[in-house]
């Protein structure tokens, strides 16, 4: 096994950091880390905003459900869907790609654009000594997160990654077992699969039983379907219209 695939085997999510800022050659190196990943079409429909005002972080905070860690961390990065760039290089060449930009294809491939970037930037972090962890809760509030960030028409911000020198080192959280993850040319049977799931049901409660001292003893299955009953932020297919996506 070699160094790359024992970082992202190794990887966890870091909620605690040490204080230290990544210095700017740090920060451009990540980025063009994020850059070199895939993308679909060579489009590159995504943008990413570095955060190092301190103000600014707590605000984001704000609106990320006051999770400390997204103020405090050695640098704060706003992952987004974009295609303001297309369309203002579409207008030079006298053209406009409103009906591409406003198709569901185009959030699909923005966002998956957006994701290759930032997995990329996340496992070079994890390279270096640093720990990361994502924060989806920016969609809380995408109005404010845009404004904040003074972000444009045409653009859409997806998650936020926190980057910094670990101060704590948790426990690994264990995956579903491949074999519910990986099919081999075809779905699995429900049967197979149930089985699948109600092994990893003990499994999770038990590593959550010893991870909290016994105050927890709630496994996946029970935790994704309490989680997943109702639908959450149903506000975002009215914001994304409002920001020139989904018209179609």
Known sequence: MNETIQTILNHRSIRKFKSDPLDDETVRLLVEAAQAASTSSYQQ???????DDAALKRSLMEVASQQSYVAENGYFFVFCIDYHKHAVA???????LDATIESTEA??????DASLAAQNLVVAA????????????LRNDAKKVSELLALP??????????????????GKKPRLPMEAVFHR????????????LQEYEEKTAAYYTERTD????EGWVSQIVRTML???RKYLRDFLRDRKFLKD
């Not at 959030?107 to 998956?112: N, S």
């Not at 994890?126 to 809760?137: D, H, K, P, T």
């Not at 040319?185 to 699948?196: G, H, P, V």
């Not at 016994?214 to 003893?217: E, L, M, N, V, Y």
């Open 90 to 96: 579409a207008a030079w060449q006298g053209s406009n």
């Open 230 to 232: 109702e639908p959450k």
């Open 45 to 51: 429909a995504y943008a990413i905003i570095g955060v």
């Open 153 to 170: 028409n045409q653009t859409v911000p997806l998650f936020g990654v926190a980057i910094g020198l670990p101060d704590h080192s948790p």
């Open 214 to 217: 016994g105050q927890r003893s």
């Open 126 to 137: 994890e390279s270096l000594g640093y720990g990361a962890v994502y924060i989806g809760s």
């Open 185 to 196: 040319n075809r779905y699995t049977e429900d049967d197979k699969l149930l089985r699948f």
């Open 107 to 112: 959030l699909i491939v923005g966002t998956v």
